[in-house]
């Protein structure tokens, strides 16, 4: 396949064997390159299998919570999890997201505060759970633009047809952007919007 010299430089996917530079798609490629094994979790089949589940989880989780009206604390755990998996590879997390994300390529610092800035809203929204209308108004706008920003990054680069890896869980586990990652968003900006006129 033809690789970008450049990009591959940039996110260190090279490598050198006597004497001759080999550029990378991605580190699964280079591993096996390498003859590394590759984690569980960071294996293709994995990332295939993985959104799915995912989506089934965000789907009942959403609606479960909606039903026995603890959305609040759902909001809050979501974000918070998610905030984690991207602060475990913070640096590779920051490259990942200005590849799709809008603010993220436009605004200077932005992809590095992100996980930062979802580890607060989670926490906002498990407060709110116990401390109601804690300025909840502000905390579903946010949350709503992000979000919804969010979602049409991700729709630009799915209509291109392009391939990259989501960051919504970091780049430790190798996950393809996919249509789960725009469920993902939706049922947050949903979510958010039920907070605001419902």
């Not at 109601?132 to 579903?140: D, H, K, R, S, T």
Request: glycine share 8%; net charge positive; charged share 15%.
């Amino acid at each position: 396949m033809s690789i970008d010299i450049n990009k591959a430089k940039k996110k260190n996917l090279t490598t050198s064997k006597d004497g001759k530079d080999y550029y990378f798609c991605s580190n699964t490629c280079k591993d096996k390159f390498s003859g590394k094994p590759t984690p569980w979790y960071q294996s293709e089949g994995f990332g295939k299998a993985f959104p799915w589940i995912l989506a089934i989880i965000l789907i009942l989780g959403t609606g479960l919570s909606i039903m026995f009206n603890f959305m609040l604390l759902y909001m809050g755990i979501f974000f918070i999890i998610f905030s984690l998996f991207k602060m475990i590879d913070w640096k590779g997390f920051t490259v990942a997201f200005k590849e799709y994300d809008i603010p993220a390529k436009l605004i200077p610092g932005y992809s590095e505060v992100y996980p930062a800035l979802e580890f607060i809203i989670g926490v906002l929204f498990i407060v709110n759970f116990y401390i109601e209308g804690f300025y909840i108004v502000p905390l579903a706008w946010v949350t709503l633009v992000i979000m919804a920003v969010g979602a049409i990054g991700v729709s630009i680069k799915l209509l291109k047809n392009e391939k990259f890896q989501c960051a919504c869980l970091g780049t430790k586990i190798k996950v393809p952007l996919t249509k789960v990652t725009l469920l993902e968003n939706i049922l947050m900006v949903a979510m958010a919007v039920k907070l605001l006129f419902f």
